[in-house]
């Protein structure tokens, strides 16, 4: 049987439901802002790339324009990738959670990631302002690649020790919460759901990165 609700989570559903199509636009308009931000006042500043001319810096502004125009494709892709993988899981379990639902779970959880990516602007702003390009690329918010010289890592590893990170577990428990309450069902099941379909994919999806890059 459904549980019981408190008044507390009722209005958190409550809060749920709002235009998805609003939802992803702004999303997708925050993160343009906060890659804009890191594009043009760290990135270019960087001696490597700040007296870039000709044909040299033409290409470097193609590869960041398209970086800010490919954001609500990109987005669109995760979400529609991790809602399916929600979806199946919720599926195996026994429970029918529409895909819409799914997706827009992966939607709110997505947040979470704009905190690093504030923190990293902050910090290479204001903390360590004289980043070259390397130092800038491996750094990632208390993450797993902090225990370690990015010197002494070979590339291959720097995406899999940046994705092991806090963020990353919280990313994990906005999903929980997000089943939890689409699915109606005890907590429990929720982590379970999670725990068998999207970790033991984003793990493989990290084992496979390790595997195919040269």
């Known amino acids: 049987m459904p549980r019981e609700y408190s008044k507390l989570e009722l209005q ?51 590869i960041a324009g398209f970086k800010l125009l490919s954001i609500p494709i990109v987005y669109g892709l995760k979400f529609t990738i991790v809602g399916f993988i929600l979806w199946v899981g919720c599926f195996m379990w026994g429970y029918n959670v529409p895909y819409k639902k799914c997706w827009t779970i992966a939607m709110i959880a997505e947040v979470v990631f704009f905190v ?37 890592v070979r590339e291959k590893y720097w995406y899999v020790n940046q994705q092991l990170n806090v963020f990353e577990i919280v990313y ?4 929980t919460y997000g089943v939890d309450f689409a699915a ?19 793990l493989l999806w990290l084992w496979f990165y390790i595997g195919v890059y040269e």
Do not use: H
């Open 184 to 202: 109606r069902k005890k907590k429990s099941v929720a982590n379970a759901i999670v725990a068998t379909s999207y970790i033991p994919l984003f």
């Open 116 to 152: 690093p990516t504030l923190i990293k602007i902050f910090w290479f702003m204001f903390v360590q302002t004289d980043p070259n390009y390397w130092e800038y690329t491996a750094f990632y918010p208390l993450s797993y690649m902090n225990f370690f010289d990015y010197n002494e």
């Open 12 to 62: 958190v559903r409550e809060l749920t439901n709002f235009n998805r199509v609003l939802f992803f636009i702004v999303v997708c308009a925050i993160y343009f802002v906060l890659v804009y931000v890191q594009q043009t006042f760290i990135v270019n500043e960087i001696a490597a790339f700040k007296f870039l001319e000709g044909p040299q810096a033409l290409i470097f502004r193609i």
């Open 172 to 175: 994990w428990v906005v999903l």
